[in-house]
């Protein structure tokens, strides 16, 4: 059965530093993957995918993910956290033989001024 | 482009009572789904609708929640009688095509469900 686990529930950052949010997978065909972003009180924002192709996926705000096969990760990643980054983040994954989105339990980034 | 649209914003409820909630997708798409979100964990999805046919209601608790899509377009999530544990957001997303596979979703602000 295919699931996701983001290992962290937490991560803090001081602003301006590199941040980086991890997920790992398990599917038993090729992944989709996805990661969303929850603002407070808010819904679920799409940030970027991976479909196939280049390993290293670029997507809003500034956020990018590197697709690592040989380690099934797809980590969360940006050069220089901004306060405003701050939110729940979630991974998710779907088979390409399934239909079915499974989330992950999501991580909780604060960036510190 | 407007988004999806969800009403109430919140809802207080006690056991046994029953709720509706109204999700309005973003126009032209054709998958709709429910999720629900409780407190620490990851949506759970609820029921996907394809136009308005059900393509995945596993994980609906049949027994107590419903949902319908007339006409393909808005949808309703109703739950009767309510659980204490059914206290968490209700959120409603929708995609522009068929399939799940390679699309992002874009979702509403939810419904907050509170289950005294």
């Known amino acids: 059965a295919q699931s996701v686990a983001q290992p962290e529930d937490q991560v803090n950052v001081a602003e301006g530093n590199p941040l980086t949010v991890k997920c790992t997978y398990s599917?038993?065909?090729?992944?989709?993957l996805f990661w969303y972003v929850q603002y407070p009180n808010r819904g679920l924002q799409f940030l970027l995918k991976?479909?196939?192709?280049d390993n290293l996926v670029k997507g809003s705000y500034g956020f990018e993910a590197e697709f690592n096969k040989s380690q099934t990760s797809f980590h969360l990643k940006k050069p220089s956290a901004l306060v405003s980054d701050s939110a729940l983040y979630f991974c998710a994954v779907i088979e390409d033989s399934n239909y079915q989105l499974i989330w992950g339990a999501g991580t909780k980034l604060i960036i510190k001024p | 482009e407007a988004g999806v649209a969800q009403s109430p914003r919140y809802k207080i409820i006690e056991k046994r009572q029953s709720v509706a909630f109204w999700c309005n997708p973003i126009s032209g798409h054709a998958t709709l789904y429910w999720y629900q979100q409780i407190l620490g964990q990851g949506p759970k999805l609820l029921i996907q609708f394809q136009n308005n046919g059900v393509v995945d209601d596993s994980q609906l608790p049949k027994d107590r929640f419903s949902a319908e899509r007339l006409k393909g377009v808005d949808s309703t999530l109703k739950i009767q009688p309510a659980k204490l544990e059914d206290s968490a957001v209700y959120l409603c997303?929708?995609?522009?095509?068929?399939?799940?596979?390679?699309?992002?979703?874009?979702f509403g602000s939810g419904t907050q469900l509170s289950v005294l």
């Open positions: 599917v038993s065909g090729n992944p989709y």
């Open positions: 991976y479909i196939t192709g």
């Open positions: 997303a929708s995609s522009l095509g068929q399939r799940t596979t390679n699309e992002k979703l874009f």
